[in-house]
């Protein structure tokens, strides 16, 4: 995994939104497949750390998913209701072409959503080749990155940069 040319300031920024009129009001939800439990956890956790950095945490919705392919319905039914979605999923590699499948439907369907209904989407899906990567990049107290923070913070600094 590679952080190489990553923002490093993403939670000063966050922070420094929290409580401007950019964030007054916003609506987010938070989308997460039920699959991973563990590598789920962290991906929420971090999502809900990054509410917290930015002042949202009580204008943050969790809503869950059977799975990460449900992910692009769910958003593309609450892109009416929410100023960003987080759309938070892990997809790991196994001897069939599923894998494939529903990484391709959940990247093209999320950004449909994103791009069709103008509402940020952050995209939190981890695409894996086996548990290790998605337990590195989960947020977890050992892991190097931390893609749940990562995702919300995306989303809801778009809609501050697009206001």
């Given at each position: 995994?590679?952080?190489?040319?990553?923002?490093?300031d993403?939670?000063?920024?966050?922070?420094?939104?929290?409580?401007?009129?950019?964030?007054?009001?916003?609506?987010?939800?938070?989308?997460?497949?039920?699959?991973?439990?563990?590598?789920?956890?962290?991906?929420?956790?971090?999502?809900?750390?990054?509410?917290?950095?930015?002042?949202?945490?009580?204008?943050?919705?969790?809503i869950?998913?059977?799975?990460?392919?449900?992910?692009?319905?769910?958003?593309?039914?609450?892109?009416?209701?929410?100023?960003?979605?987080?759309?938070?999923?892990v997809?790991?590699?196994?001897?069939?072409p599923?894998?494939?499948?529903?990484?391709?439907?959940?990247?093209?369907?999320?950004?449909?959503?994103?791009?069709?209904?103008?509402?940020?989407?952050?995209?939190?899906?981890?695409?894996?080749?086996?548990?290790?990567?998605?337990?590195?990049?989960?947020?977890?107290?050992?892991?190097?990155?931390?893609?749940?923070?990562?995702?919300?913070?995306?989303?809801?600094?778009?809609?501050?940069?697009?206001?």
């Amino acid at each position: 995994m590679s952080k190489h040319g990553a923002p490093t300031d993403v939670t000063d920024q966050l922070k420094s939104l929290a409580g401007t009129e950019k964030f007054a009001g916003l609506k987010v939800a938070i989308l997460a497949a039920s699959w991973h439990e563990v590598i789920m956890n962290g991906l929420i956790d971090g999502a809900q750390r990054a509410a917290k950095d930015a002042g949202l945490e009580d204008n943050t919705t969790l809503i869950r998913v059977p799975g990460t392919f449900e992910l692009p319905v769910a958003a593309a039914s609450l892109a009416s209701d929410y100023d960003a979605i987080i759309a938070l999923g892990v997809v790991i590699r196994g001897g069939t072409p599923h894998f494939d499948y529903v990484c391709l439907a959940a990247t093209n369907g999320l950004t449909n959503v994103s791009v069709d209904t103008k509402t940020p989407v952050g995209f939190g899906v981890l695409t894996c080749d086996n548990e290790e990567q998605g337990l590195d990049r989960a947020g977890l107290e050992n892991s190097s990155e931390d893609k749940g923070y990562e995702a919300y913070s995306a989303a809801v600094m778009t809609v501050a940069a697009l206001a």
